[in-house]
């Protein structure tokens, strides 16, 4: 029988449901009347538009325009010659270049400086690349190699048998031969030598030099005036003082007005307009291949360029080739010995394997003259090559081959000591630091070793 409790239990009346205060807290939750609430009102006309807002920032200030590089300022600039550099060390101890010290074998491995004057007349030469590490040292010096002793020592025989000296310098990318050719010059300059110089053969083929047919010529000869005023100019300031030596011997009057007793500084002086810069040029090539006059070291770098087919064209507009340009004519008739030196001198032309190209005439006639002079078997022509020219051959068949190639071990053991006491090189150097520069360096490549050990100190 169920007890009295569990009976009230039952018949208790359940509680109502509280269900206003749930829908009270349910609807707190709601975003419907925020948003209703927040909603811009509505817009009837312009005068219900947003006022716009006043600017509490200040404005800014207006920068000066930049000006603009002058015409030539940035070529200016890419082809600047630093020869200097006030914060590396200096380097005592060490030689300076001298006229007869370049062609002596005991002086082969050595670094040696650059006279100051002498560095004045390269300069005006534009014997100076901008490729070389010039800004990295104090002052210029130079390493003497092996093959420039062997150069030098031709040079010196030159005048001696009253021979020119023809020798074209050939080797890999960067292993030195502007550098051999620049101490060419620095030789010739030291023993009171009348230089020429022509700084990239490229220049002179690719068209943008103005250009004009020489009349009464044939086949039809075409002079560049411009270029020719311009390496008269440099041929003055770096010769000067040879020059002015040196009384004129023929009569020059159908172009100047020189008195007589007047020097070949004065007939370069005469040329002040690009019209008369061909014939005095000519004029001073003459004077200077007569008797009794110093010696002449005529050089070319880009040897290439010269041996091709211009960018110019002829009244008719058929192709110019390079030999049939004035001056470039005068180099290679010169090379090929057809213009004789009897006072002695050199003709000198050096190939560029980083600003080149394929050239199956000069490459055949060089790797022939090596040949022969190391006594090989002379290669044959190829007999499928359309591409042959056969004055290129006329030009180069009496020249000398000189091949630059990479540095030996203590010549580049030398050649760091000079970076290292420049402060340059960091690390010990000893036998294996040296070893692994050459031998990253390509066995001795000049300029891989810079790369490999300067790199990181280039700005």
């Not at 000519?282 to 291949?289: C, P």
């Not at 180069?396 to 071990?409: A, F, H, P, T």
Request: charged residues 25%.
């Amino acid at each position: 029988m169920a007890s009295v409790n569990s009976l009230r239990c039952l018949v208790r009346p359940a509680m109502a449901p509280r269900i206003q205060p749930i829908m009270l807290a349910a609807a707190s939750f709601s975003t419907s009347t925020v948003l209703a609430a927040a909603a811009p009102p509505a817009i009837k006309s312009r005068r219900d538009l947003p006022a716009k807002q006043k600017k509490t920032y200040k404005k800014r200030a207006n920068l000066a325009p930049v000006r603009k590089p002058n015409p030539g300022e940035r070529k200016a600039f890419r082809k600047r010659i630093q020869l200097s550099n006030n914060s590396a060390l200096s380097v005592e101890g060490l030689g300076a270049l001298e006229a007869n010290s370049m062609a002596q074998d005991e002086n082969a491995g050595k670094v040696f400086s650059i006279p100051d004057h002498v560095v004045d007349q390269l300069r005006a030469l534009e014997a100076f690349k901008t490729t070389q590490s010039w800004n990295l040292f104090r002052r210029p010096h130079v390493l003497l190699r092996k093959e420039t002793v062997e150069l030098m020592k031709k040079l010196e025989t030159s005048v001696d048998k009253k021979e020119a000296v023809k020798c074209v310098l050939t080797g890999s990318k960067l292993s030195g031969k502007s550098m051999t050719m620049l101490q060419a010059m620095a030789y010739a300059l030291l023993n009171n030598w009348v230089v020429f110089h022509v700084p990239e053969g490229q220049d002179l083929t690719n068209g943008n030099t103005e250009y004009s047919p020489i009349p009464d010529t044939e086949p039809m000869q075409f002079a560049q005036p411009v270029y020719c005023l311009k390496l008269i100019q440099n041929l003055y300031r770096a010769n000067r003082a040879v020059l002015e030596k040196l009384q004129l011997q023929k009569d020059w009057s159908r172009f100047t007005n020189l008195k007589q007793g007047a020097t070949l500084a004065d007939l370069a002086l005469s040329a002040k307009e690009a019209e008369y810069a061909w014939p005095t040029l000519q004029a001073l090539w003459t004077e200077l291949t007569l008797p009794g006059r110093p010696p002449v070291l005529f050089a070319l770098d880009g040897l290439a360029h010269i041996n091709k087919v211009s960018e110019y064209r002829d009244p008719s507009f058929k192709e110019v080739h390079a030999h049939e340009l004035s001056l470039v004519r005068t180099f290679v008739d010169a090379l090929s010995g057809k213009t004789p030196l009897p006072n002695g001198g050199a003709i000198i032309g050096a190939t560029s394997e980083n600003n080149s190209q394929h050239h199956p005439s000069q490459e055949l006639v060089l790797t022939q003259l090596e040949a022969g002079q190391a006594g090989r078997r002379v290669p044959k022509p190829n007999p499928y090559e359309r591409k042959y020219d056969e004055r290129v051959y006329e030009a180069l068949k009496n020249s000398w081959v000189l091949r630059v190639d990479g540095v030996s071990k203590e010549e580049a053991r030398s050649l760091m000591e000079y970076w290292g006491a420049s402060g340059l090189v960091r690390n010990v150097l000893n036998s294996r630091t040296v070893s692994e520069k050459w031998t990253v360096g390509g066995h001795g490549i000049v300029g891989e070793m810079e790369r490999a050990t300067l790199l990181q100190m280039r700005m």
